[in-house]
């Protein structure tokens, strides 16, 4: 593993063989986790080139079960979106059921929280009983029944990229464009997805800050995954603010809920995920064109059919079979709410990545590997860029497990928002496609 080591940090380009060896010491967890950080920063500092990255990102989706949904007869096309990651962003508890909703399966192997961004596994661990963990079988299973099924990385799915996805998160080592498509594409490529939406964020949020390099990220995603057989579009979308109302794991997913029964649904988020929905409805053949997709998606949201198709996903996965007539019920609440006091005006300007470092803050995030995280914490009724805030508009309420915590996140918090007397210039939610 040293040699491998050093031909990296020395910028040479791994063979195949090397490539493979340390994927499966990382499959089989014999790998040191000084030597996998270490051989992470090599690349992060270094890159890898087209071969290294493809070879990387085979490796890591052969590592564990690859499903054929062919080969098992699935009903429809599988269908998938990834994101980048961001803050705030619960887009896939709203596209999984949306889709599932409008005849596609949505087989989505996602993450934990990735440096100041939140995971979709995480927000799952705050639903009682949902088993995010439960192997190919159930995967499947839950699949069929409920049309999408969204697990996390285990001993049979992406077990590589659920090593190297932590000590990345750990280390420093996220932003690098062949880490990022290898663990990507690589739980996708498990999963069976025969086609792909990416969402890839820029803005103060996002790990890509710069839209320069949020599209050539996702130039390579999308050019990486052609050459895996999977036909995907990138869509490069806003994440200098907080997306939706709410960022914390058990707040996303009582705003995903809301969203999905109508009781409140935030703009940004509704639009960001239409375009997402509409995108795969067409490569899977289910919409004839952009506006014949998203009037599918609105219409199995009012129908009612995705909020069923999201509960039907977290029973069969063995969550309350209420969860979504009786969220609060269910989701864990924090015993401290206290709102973010506002000077009068508009805001301008928000540092979302800031806003989510508040949250690691709170306790709902890691900052090293084993750390357990407080679901109950984090933002909710967060005022959007362009809101008028003040005495009676608080900029957010923070949830937090004690009056310290909560004191110290409202100063965070108010030092990642600019507050100023005009109206900003909206930003361009969807930047590229
Ligand atoms: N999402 C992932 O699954 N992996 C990354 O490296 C970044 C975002």
């Known amino acids: 593993m040293q040699d491998i080591i050093r031909a990296k940090r020395d910028g040479r380009a791994l063979e195949r063989p090397q490539i493979d060896a340390v994927v499966a010491a990382l499959a089989d967890r014999s790998i040191a986790l000084e030597h996998a950080a270490a051989l992470a920063m090599a690349i992060y500092l270094n890159g890898m080139d087209a071969g290294e990255t493809a070879a990387l990102t085979g490796a890591m989706a052969r590592s564990g079960t690859v499903i054929d949904w062919r080969a098992e007869g699935l009903p429809g096309p599988a269908l998938d979106k990834h994101s980048t990651g961001g803050v705030g962003d619960k887009v896939s508890f709203l596209l999984a059921p949306i889709v599932a909703a409008c005849g ?77 498509v290898a663990s990507i594409l690589s739980k996708k490529a498990t999963a069976g997805v025969q086609h792909l939406v990416m969402d890839i964020k820029t803005g103060s949020g996002a790990f890509m800050r710069d839209g320069a390099e949020a599209w050539a990220l996702g130039d390579a995603i999308v050019a990486a995954a052609a050459a895996m057989g999977m036909p995907a579009v990138a869509l490069v979308t806003d994440m200098g603010s907080v997306l939706g109302a709410s960022a914390g794991n058990a707040l996303e997913v009582a705003e995903a809920i809301a969203h999905l029964t109508g009781a409140a649904r935030d703009p940004r988020l509704h639009a960001v995920t239409i375009a997402l929905c509409s995108e795969l409805l067409v490569m899977g053949g289910l919409a004839a064109d952009p506006a014949d997709a998203a009037a599918r998606c609105e219409a199995a949201l009012a129908s009612g059919r995705a909020a069923e198709a999201f509960q039907r ?100 918090f108010q030092n990642a928002v600019i507050v100023g007397g005009e109206a900003p210039r909206p930003a361009a939610l969807i930047r590229s496609r």
Do not use: N, W
């Open 104 to 180: 596609g399966y949505v087989p989505m192997v996602a993450g934990r929280g990735l440096g100041h961004t939140g995971g979709t596994i995480d927000k799952l661990a705050a639903i009682p009983g949902y088993d995010a963990f439960c192997g190919p079988d159930r995967f499947r299973a839950v699949v069929c029944g409920a049309g999408c099924a969204i697990v996390g990385q285990t001993p049979d799915i992406a077990p590589a990229d659920g090593l190297l996805y932590a000590v990345r998160d750990a280390t420093a080592t996220i932003e690098s464009t062949p880490l990022i």
């Open 313 to 412: 996903m977290v029973a069969l996965h063995g969550g309350p079979a209420d969860l979504v007539e009786r969220p609060r019920r269910h989701l864990a609440q924090a015993p401290v709410v206290r709102p973010v006091p506002a000077p009068d005006g508009v805001v301008q300007r928000v540092d979302a990545r800031a806003i989510g470092e508040a949250i690691i803050g709170l306790g709902g995030g890691r900052r090293r590997i084993a750390d357990a995280i407080d679901l109950s914490v984090g933002f909710s009724a967060v005022a959007p860029v362009g809101a008028a805030v003040g005495a009676g508009r608080p900029l957010a309420l923070v949830h937090a497990a004690d009056t310290a915590a909560a004191e110290r996140a409202i100063a965070e």
